[in-house]
């Protein structure tokens, strides 16, 4: 055990043809887990919600303001660069706000009080997290 | 009353001895911490794998269930999400070791063998975590993570298996390095 190279040279020489093929098969398959379930999509789109519906959905290639009227006032949401982010919000605790700008596809923020909430959304939707 | 004896081969001798050698790098596992839950080297595997070339399935199998029973008993886990997780990814691991234990010796070696049940182990826990315990697809954000795990400790274990395997080898004295190297 304390010869720790030796056996490391020697456990090498241990492996088969076979053996190289899986270690091989085997990092091609991570790396296409990484790129399929670790893609960080660009996002294309914002989807306001408010209460129960769909308040609008605007495209992320503009700048602009939306005012969105919720059971305790008026929040404000910022569209630019392809970002999107609660700006004013009239809730107390102001987590929405501090959740800051949402940039990659199925981001979410949530303003609970004024039940608003802004989810970012790519070309294809990979997964609904305001459903669950 | 007359007291009933239980007749015991010895075959059932050696699967419990070996059993208690799988608990025993189980529990010295258990209190390792993990930086991730479910990213385990599953130490406990060297023993299924040692099992399997040297006395075959049946055994294998006995030494790998009973591993996950006993262990699960000492750790308070018993019937717990832990245990579930536990069971299901040594059942795959273990119809996978069925599988593979089919290929060609000449080309696949346990290190063959070993990764590729560590891969079922992780397979075996996600499709409880996905249809029991968190029913949501955010789990496959970690899936990567379990991968590059499965192929590092599977990789390990394996090799560690097949130094135990050429060590037991009665001819291996002769060919062995004059290098002392343990």
Redesign the interface.
């Known amino acids: 055990m304390l010869n720790l190279p030796h056996n490391l040279k020697h456990a090498i020489k241990t492996l088969r043809l076979g053996d190289w093929l899986i270690v091989a098969g085997s990092i091609i398959v991570i790396i296409y887990l990484f790129q399929t379930l670790w893609s960080s999509e660009h996002a294309t789109k914002v989807q306001i919600r408010l209460g129960d519906k769909i308040y609008a959905t605007y495209t992320l290639n503009q700048q602009r303001d939306v005012h969105v009227h919720g059971p305790i006032g008026t929040a404000v949401i910022n569209i630019a660069q392809g970002r999107a982010r609660f700006s004013k919000s009239p809730c107390h605790n102001q987590y929405c706000v501090h959740q800051g700008w949402l940039t990659r596809a199925g981001q979410a923020a949530i303003c609970l009080p004024n039940q608003i909430s802004l989810e970012l959304i790519g070309e294809n939707k990979p997964y609904d997290s305001l459903n669950y | 009353m007359k007291p009933t004896h239980i007749q015991t081969t010895a075959d059932d001798h050696r699967i419990a001895k070996l059993a208690a050698f799988a608990i025993a790098l189980h529990m010295i596992e258990a209190v390792i911490p993990s930086p991730l839950p479910g990213v385990k080297p599953g130490i406990a595997n060297i023993v299924t794998l040692y099992v399997l070339t040297q006395y075959g399935f049946a055994t294998a199998a006995w030494v790998s269930i009973l591993r996950v029973f006993a262990s699960s008993l000492l750790l308070g886990q018993f019937l717990s999400p832990t245990f579930a997780l536990s069971l299901s990814g040594a059942i795959i691991s273990l119809l996978m070791l069925w599988l593979a234990m089919h290929?060609?010796k000449?080309?696949?070696?346990v290190?063959?063998l070993s990764?590729?049940a560590a891969?079922a182990h992780i397979a075996g826990q996600l499709l409880i975590v996905r249809l029991w315990l968190i029913p949501?697809?955010?789990v496959?954000?970690l899936?990567?993570i379990f991968?590059?795990a499965?192929?590092f400790f599977?990789?390990i274990n394996?090799?560690i298996t097949?130094?135990l395997i050429?060590n037991k080898t009665p001819n291996a004295e002769s060919n062995k390095?004059e290098?002392?190297?343990?």
């Open positions: 290929l060609p000449k080309y696949f070696s290190v063959s990764i590729l891969f949501h697809a955010s496959s954000y899936i990567p991968a590059i499965a192929l599977g990789l394996g090799l097949a130094k050429y390095p290098i002392p190297s343990i």
